[in-house]
C-alpha cells in the first residue's frame, strides 16, 4: 500500500505545532507496518538543506496559476530507512523567516502559496509515476488537494483509485480568504457555494477538504464528537454532521524514542519507573536554572503552551493569586500573544523565586520542565489532542487538565479510595476549578505514597504511536475496499 502525506510542517525539518510532531512520528511507525511511506513539504528558509543531505531530484517543475506559470524545484531526504520526504522549493513563496505568519499577521499571499505547493505536490507525483492508494492531507493547508482530485483530476487515470484523507488538527484554523482570490484556485466558479468552497463571503479551504475527500480524522475522539456541536463547530458543525459517518477520532500517539526518560541525554538524571527517586534530582536542576527556591518539598508546576486564549491562560492568571498563596513554584515556556507576554514578565517580577518564565521556543529546556516538575498544567478552553500531557506521563510529572478534547481521552482522574486514575480532571472552565484542581494535586502530593503511586501508574501508561497507527491503517484498508467494491458493482451493472 502506497501512502502519501502531504503537509505543511513536519519534523525534524520545521514546526509550529503538534501537527509536524504526528507526520514526523506516523510515517515511521506505518513503515514498521509493512507500509511505503512517501511525504512531501514546503523547502522553507529556515530547514538547514546541507544538514539533511538534500538531493535535487526534479528541476523548474512548472505550474500555472492565475495565468502565470511558476517553477519548483524538487529534493529529497531519507530521515529513516524506507521513508522518503519530498521538499518543495520556490524562493518566491517559501524563503521567509517563518512558516505561516509573523507578529505583523498572516502572509497576506497563503492562500497562493499554498495553492502552489499543493499543485506542485500532485504534478510531481505524476512526473515520477508514483500512485499513490491514499493521499493523507493534513489541516487547511493541503485541504484543497481532495477537492482537486475530485475536480480537476477526476478524469486523469493516474489518481482514478487514489484515496483521499484529511485529518483536521485544530479546526479553528480553516484557510479563509477573500472570494477575489477564488479564481487562484483554478477551480470553476461552480465550486464557490454554500454546498461548496464559500464561507459568509470568503473562500474556506478546509471546508473543501472537509466536503470532499472520502474521509475525515480529528485528533481525538472526544474532540470529534466535540466539532459537531456550535461551541467547538467554529460554524462548519452543520457541515460536518454531515460527514459523521466518514469522521473519525483517532488520539495522537508519541514517539517514545525521543520522548524517553530512561535515554534523555538533556536530562541531569536519566531515571525509568524503578528509578522515579531520582527525578528529585531534575527538579533541584530545574529550581536552580529558572532562579527558584531550591526547595524538593516545593510543588513545582510546569506548563509549556503556546500562550493564546485557547490554552486556558486567562483563568490561569486569575487564580495566579491563589496559586501563589500555596507552597508552590510555577515554570512557563511559550511564546504567543504579545498581551501575554507582557503580563508574565510583570508576574514573574511580581513573583521573584517563585514563577520561571521562558518566552522562546526551546526543545532541550522543555525536557527538563517536563523531567524536573511535580505536575504539568493544562487548562486549555479546547484541545483537539494534546501532546503535552502524554508527555508529562511519560515522565512521571502528573497531568493537571481540563475535561476537554483528548485530554478527557487521555487523563482519568485519580481517586485516592481505588488507586486508579493518571491525573487531576477539573470541568469547569474557571479560574475557581483550576484553583481547586491544583489544591487536590497539593493534598495527593502530601501524601507521599499516593503520589509516587499516581507517578508510576502514569509512568504505565501506552500512549505510542503503535496503537494509533494501527487504526489509521485499518482506515486506509477500509476505503480502499469501499472503493473496490464500488467500482466492481459498477462493473456489474455494465
Not at 501537527?19 to 511511506?37: F, K
Not at 460554524?235 to 466518514?246: A, E, I, N, P, T
Request: glycine residues 8%; hydrophobic residues 35%; proline residues 4%.
Amino acid at each position: 500500500m502506497n501512502i502519501l502525506f502531504i503537509t505543511p510542517e513536519m519534523l525534524p525539518y520545521a514546526k509550529t505545532g503538534g501537527l509536524a510532531d504526528v507526520c514526523g512520528s506516523l510515517p515511521w511507525t506505518l513503515v514498521q507496518l509493512g507500509l511505503q511511506v512517501r511525504s512531501i513539504m514546503p523547502l522553507y528558509k529556515a530547514i538547514d538543506r546541507q544538514r539533511f543531505k538534500m538531493k535535487l531530484i526534479i528541476k523548474d517543475l512548472a505550474v500555472s496559476l492565475g495565468g502565470e506559470t511558476i517553477k519548483a524545484n524538487i529534493f529529497s531526504h531519507e530521515p529513516f530507512p524506507e521513508h522518503l520526504v519530498y521538499f518543495v522549493e520556490c524562493e518566491r513563496f517559501f524563503a521567509r523567516s517563518e512558516l505561516y505568519t509573523t507578529k505583523e499577521g498572516d502572509y497576506p499571499d497563503n492562500d497562493l502559496r499554498f495553492i502552489f505547493f499543493q499543485r506542485v505536490s500532485l504534478e510531481f507525483f505524476k512526473r515520477i509515476g508514483l500512485k499513490p492508494d491514499i493521499i493523507h492531507c493534513h489541516d487547511w493547508q493541503t485541504a484543497l488537494v481532495p477537492v482537486y482530485l475530485k475536480t480537476l483530476y477526476r478524469n486523469d487515470p493516474f489518481y482514478s483509485r487514489t484515496r483521499s484523507i484529511l485529518t483536521i488538527h485544530n479546526l479553528a484554523y480553516q484557510g479563509l480568504f477573500p472570494k477575489e482570490h477564488f479564481p487562484l484556485t483554478g477551480l470553476d466558479w461552480s465550486e464557490y457555494n454554500i454546498e461548496g468552497l464559500e464561507f459568509w463571503g470568503k473562500v474556506n479551504f478546509l471546508k473543501g477538504g472537509i466536503i470532499y475527500s472520502h474521509a475525515l480524522t480529528t485528533v481525538s475522539p472526544h474532540y470529534a464528537q466535540e466539532i459537531q456541536t456550535p461551541e467547538f463547530g467554529c460554524g462548519l458543525d452543520g457541515v460536518l454532521k454531515k460527514r459523521q459517518k466518514d469522521l473519525y477520532g483517532i488520539i495522537n500517539g508519541l514517539d517514545y524514542h525521543y520522548w524517553n526518560p530512561k535515554t534523555d541525554r538533556e536530562l541531569k538524571a536519566r531515571y525509568s519507573v524503578k528509578s522515579i527517586w531520582k527525578k528529585r534530582i531534575n527538579k533541584s536542576a530545574l529550581q536552580q536554572e529558572q532562579g527558584l527556591e531550591e526547595d524538593p518539598e516545593i510543588f513545582l508546576i510546569g506548563m509549556i503552551t503556546r500562550l493564546a486564549d485557547q490554552k486556558g491562560l486567562d483563568i490561569t492568571l486569575k487564580a495566579l493569586k491563589g496559586l501563589m498563596e500555596e507552597k508552590i513554584q510555577l515554570v512557563i515556556l511559550g511564546t504567543g500573544d504579545e498581551r501575554y507576554h507582557r503580563l508574565f514578565q510583570e508576574l514573574s517580577k511580581k513573583y521573584p523565586g517563585k514563577i520561571g518564565i521562558n518566552l522562546k521556543f526551546d526543545a532541550p529546556l522543555s525536557k527538563r520542565i517536563y523531567a524536573g516538575s511535580d505536575a504539568f498544567l493544562m487548562p486549555s478552553r479546547y484541545e483537539p489532542c494534546g501532546l503535552g500531557q502524554l508527555i508529562s506521563l511519560r515522565y512521571g510529572t502528573v497531568p493537571i487538565v481540563r475535561a476537554t478534547g483528548g485530554l478527557i481521552d487521555t487523563v482519568s482522574d485519580f481517586d485516592p479510595a481505588t488507586g486508579k486514575g493518571n491525573g487531576i480532571v477539573f470541568r469547569e472552565y474557571s479560574s475557581q476549578a483550576l484553583l481547586k484542581a491544583v489544591e487536590r494535586a497539593l493534598y495527593f502530593y502530601s501524601q507521599k505514597r499516593l503520589w509516587r503511586n499516581l507517578v508510576k501508574t502514569g509512568m504505565r501508561e501506552d500512549f505510542s504511536w503503535t496503537n494509533s497507527a494501527r487504526h489509521y491503517l485499518t482506515l486506509y484498508q477500509k476505503y480502499l475496499k469501499v472503493e473496490e467494491v464500488h467500482s466492481k458493482s459498477i462493473v456489474n451493472s455494465q
